[in-house]
Structures are given as C-alpha cells and as structure tokens.
C-alpha cells in the first residue's frame, strides 16, 4: 500500500434523527428493539478474535424492567487477562506498524457502518441495557460515537503533520509518531456508550492495543461495539474485551510490565485507586504508564439576577433530568437569585409535571430509570435526609419506586445552606439542589460556588449584561472544563466543545480532540546529517 499523504474525508457531525411519528427511523427502530428484547443472548469474552466462555456467568438486565435479562455475560478472571495482554502483544506486532491511513479506513468504515445497518442496534442495545430513551440513544451510540471516530480521523492526521519548524542545512529533522509500548487498559462507565467505544477506539487509531474492560451495566452495548469493529475490519487482538469482576480484573492488568497507560472514564474515587495502585508499582513498568481519566462532578447552574427566567428554567430541568441526571454533565446545582427565584421555581414546577418517565421502549416517555440498585439505594437516600433535614426541603417530586425498575422521579431540592449535603457531594441521579441567594451578595455566592466541590467538570452562567456574564466567567474561570453561557450545561458535541474537566474530574484530556489523541503517541524526534562533519576539534580550540 501506497504511503503517500492521503487526506481523510473532512468531518461533520452526523445529523440527529428524531424519531418522530411516522418517521422510518421510528419504525425501524420500534422493530429492532422488538426482536432484540426477545431473545436473551449469551457474550462471551473476546480476546485476540476468539470468542471465551468461562462459565462464571452474570445478567445484564433493563434499568426499567430488571426482571427482564437480555443477556447473560461471561466474566473474565485474572488468567484471562493475561490471555488478553498476550494476544494483545502479538496483535501489537503487526497493527503498531500498519500505516495510519488504514488503521484510519478501518474506524472511517466503522462510523459509516454505525451511521447505517448498525445504528439502531447500537440504540437499542443502549435503550434495553442502560435505560435511554430513543433520542437520548440517538445523540449518544449513534451521533456521538460517529462523530468520534470521523473527527479523531482528522485530528490524527494533524498530529502526524506536525513536524519540526526547521531544519538548517545539511540536516533533515523529523518527527515520528510512534504507537506506545505494550498495552492501553480502557475502563469504561455505563452512561454514555460512546465514551465507551472512543475509550478503546482512540488508543487503537494511534497504533496501540487495548484491554477493554467494560462497566458491569453495560456489557451488553459493549459487545455490540465489539461486533462494530469486527465488521470494520479490525484484526483480531486490537481491542480485547473482558468484562468481569473490577478489582481482579484491574490488579492484573495494572500489575503488568507492559500497561503502558489507562484510559479511563468513571467515578474520582476508583480513579484515584488506579492512580495510586499504578503510582504503587511505578519501578516495575517498562515505561510510564500515560493517565486519562475523565471523573466525577458536581456541575452547576448560577443565573444572575437579570436572566431570561424562561430560558433558565428550561435549562434547569433539561440540564438536570435528561437521562435520569446520569449525565457526568448534569446540572446538580443551582445558585438563583432569591428575587427571581418564585418566578423560575413556578415555571420550573409547571415543567416538571410534565415529565413523563417510564419504559423507554414507549417513545413517549421522557425519562427512564436509573441504571442499578445500588444508584436507586444512593438517591432515595439523599431524598430521605432532605425530608428529615431542617435546613433543605423536597421542592418537587421525591418518590420512587423500585418495584418494576429502578425509578427516580425527577426532584428538586430548596435549601438556605448552600454546604447542604446535596449541594456538595456527587449523586448521580435525577436530583437538582437549589439555593436561593440574595442577589446583594453576588461575590460571595460566586466564591461559594467555586469553592463548594472539589469537582470542575461543566458549569453554566446565565444573565443579560455583557459586563456581568465577564465577570461571572472571570470568577468562575477554573469551577468547569465545559462552560456554557445562556445554555444548559451539557450536550458537549465532538469538534464543537471538546469535553473534559479540571480538578477532581479529571485530567481534562478532552475527549475527541487532537489533545486527547496525543496521550497516544510517543514521538521520536529524528535528526538526519547529509554531510557529517569529518574533524572533531571545535573552532574555539583551533590555534590562532
Ligand atoms: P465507576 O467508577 O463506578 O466505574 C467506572 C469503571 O471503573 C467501571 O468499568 C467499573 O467496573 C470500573 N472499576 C471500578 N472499580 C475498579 C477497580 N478497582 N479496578 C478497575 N476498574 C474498576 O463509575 P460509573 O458508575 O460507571 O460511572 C459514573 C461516574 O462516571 C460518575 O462519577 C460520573 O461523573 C463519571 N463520568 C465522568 C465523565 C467525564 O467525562 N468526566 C463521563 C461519564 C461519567
């Protein structure tokens, strides 16, 4: 094959189908979910193309309906894992020197693969196991994973472009990008299944090869991305899946001399397991493990006194109900001036009784349930201690029922401490807490919002003078990786808003971007002498 510079097609985003009444999209769709929730398949672990069955076996069950299993997973144990790192390695072989434009065409192919036939196996997959609505699956299995892997395309062939500015005469300086040595450990969250597949696709474009290690609630998209790449024409060994049980599955891949980095995506706590465990064996790696890990959050909403009431309460509730709050962008806290503050509650009551939530495979719901027992457990707790709580109060909502599937309704907490409990601490659910300030007191209610968390994923400001929204932005420069400006504060989109905190959210890599990609890579700079110089004494030691 040819190794002239080809260009990649320039990216867009794909367009978002909306699954309206009547639509084809809508039809098939409804029938693709049909078939898919009557039949209850068996996933093996996949590692270096050959497809394992242990024995050791789990359910994956709908959020909504979790009696209902749509499929039962093999889970990998520390022996697997070590199957995995070797045919990784002998996959390492071949792929690390495969010309970027290949590995490009195979991920190229698997967008396109996933914009046609595999689109609504991808949503239904993400609706039955992780509980989203069809648009919410839409934007994410679908437009976003697309997206990734058109943009990254892109973004790679920058990285390779950039070479050295200069080279004076008679040398030829170059720059080589070279895959990493050894392998990517991918740790993937349950909520959004394109964080899942760019976690192990990004590394993979670059040259490298990937243990997957999927979160236990979503096993059953990961399996259908795993088929994605196969159709694309990965070789086998490339991504290698084995979900299973975190801790030993994560002891012996971090253990290994060969990890030559985690790119992960989930909760601060086990990322700073992961760091401390690799900061724990540091002697023992052949070269230092790269770390990218995009965590927790508490995201906020502050709205100024002269905000668009209207287009802040339309903000709030998307921004903190869609996707049952599961978002890692959910807006969890608000800070409203107490002047605007009856006004907006009443509009954003009116909203809320509204929402419809239930089954997702009924389009019209607008929400599902929450993804397991342990976050059902997590939000009826922060529920049951506003109720008893003598500083905080349930505004909206707060019931729950765990009985058919793990439903949340969508709640709004009022408190007069802005440390209250839910204020502060990441809850994952669809549970927005409020805090009315006195707007006299904007200072201070802008340092407390930038100090309350420990977390600076996204954030959001809202208001009308120029001169205020500066000073809101100024103040708030470090609280988000994401800020939004009269927006809600999630809905990032590849190549529009690369997405990433600071703080403990992360390491603000940015997902889809260049930044992200060149964790990736290991550059070797390359000097080439024409005309060697021939004496080894310098001028300086010359006679006069
Ligand atoms: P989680 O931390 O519970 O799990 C994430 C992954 O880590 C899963 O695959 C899990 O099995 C694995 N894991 C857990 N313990 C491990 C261990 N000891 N060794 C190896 N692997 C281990 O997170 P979650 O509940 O899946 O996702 C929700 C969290 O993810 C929230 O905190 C949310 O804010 C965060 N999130 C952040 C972003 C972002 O971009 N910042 C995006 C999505 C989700």
Redesign the pocket.
């Known amino acids: 094959m040819s190794n002239a510079f080809y260009k990649v097609p320039t990216p867009q985003n794909e367009t978002i189908l909306n699954y309206a009444p009547g639509s084809a999209e809508r039809a098939e769709l409804k029938a693709t979910l049909e078939k898919m929730t009557a039949e209850t398949i068996e996933i093996p672990l996949i590692i270096g193309g050959r497809e394992v069955k242990t024995g050791n076996l789990a359910d994956c069950v709908m959020p909504h309906n979790h009696k209902k299993v749509v499929a039962r997973y093999h889970q990998a144990d520390a022996s697997h894992v070590a199957q995995a790192i070797e045919a990784a390695a002998e996959a390492w072989k071949t792929w690390s020197e495969m010309p970027w434009q290949e590995r490009a065409g195979v991920f190229l192919k698997a967008a396109e693969l996933l914009a046609g036939p595999y689109r609504q196996v991808l949503n239904a997959a993400t609706m039955m196991s992780q509980g989203k609505t069809c648009f919410q699956a839409e934007i994410d299995s679908a437009c976003e994973l697309i997206d990734f892997l058109r943009f990254n395309t892109a973004y790679m062939t920058e990285i390779y472009q950039d070479q050295p500015l200069y080279s004076p005469a008679p040398t030829w300086n170059r720059s080589e990008h070279r895959a990493l040595e050894g392998f990517i450990f991918a ?6 299944t394109a ?1 899942a597949a760019n976690l192990c696709a990004s590394p993979a474009m670059m040259g490298n090869v990937v243990l997957w ?6 096993v059953y998209s990961g399996y259908h991305i795993m088929k994605l790449w196969h159709e694309a024409g990965l070789p086998d060994g490339v991504i290698n899946f084995i979900p299973g049980p ?2 030993e ?3 012996a ?2 253990n290994h001399r060969d990890l030559a980095g985690v790119h ?8 700073q ?2 760091w401390k ?1 690799i900061g724990d064996n540091i002697e023992n790696y052949r070269s230092y493990p790269r770390l990218v ?5 508490k995201d906020f909403i502050f709205a100024h006194e002269s905000s668009d009431v209207q287009a802040l309460a339309v903000a709030m509730v998307r921004g903190a109900f869609e996707f049952s709050g ?4 959910a807006a969890s806290r608000a800070y409203v001036p107490s002047t605007i503050w009856p006004e907006v509650k009443k509009r954003v009551g009116a909203m809320m009784a509204e929402l419809t939530m239930g089954d997702v495979s009924d389009f019209s719901n607008f929400m599902g349930a929450v ?1 397991d027992q342990r ?1 059902f457990d997590k939000c009826s707790a922060y529920i049951a201690h506003a109720r008893e709580a003598a500083d905080a109060e349930i505004a909206f909502g707060g019931d729950t029922d765990g009985s058919t599937g793990f439903f949340v309704q969508p709640t709004v907490i009022e408190t007069t401490n802005p440390h209250y409990k839910s204020m502060c601490e ?1 809850i ?1 659910g669809p549970i927005l807490t409020v805090y009315p300030y006195d707007p006299a007191k904007l200072d201070e209610t802008l340092e407390l919002c930038d100090s309350t968390s420990p977390y600076a ?1 996204t954030g959001a400001i809202f208001g009308r003078d120029r001169g205020d929204l500066v000073k809101m932005a100024d103040r708030l420069k470090h609280a988000a990786g994401n800020f939004y400006i009269n927006d809600k504060p999630t809905g990032a989109v590849v190549g529009q808003q690369p ?3 600071g703080r403990a ?2 390491t603000n890599d940015k ?1 889809g971007s260049r930044l992200n990609l060149l964790k990736w890579t290991s550059a070797r700079s390359i000097k080439e002498n024409f005309v060697p110089p021939h004496q080894h004494p310098y001028p300086h030691m010359l006679d006069s």
């Open positions: 740790i993937t969250p349950f909520n959004f964080i290690k999927p979160s236990d609630t979503a975190p801790q599955i994560g002891a891949a971090l992960f995506t989930g909760s601060t706590k086990t990322f397991y992961l465990s890990g995009e965590t927790g959050g599961q978002k890692c962008s993804i976050s990441e994952f994923l997405f990433g905190g959210s992360g997902a």
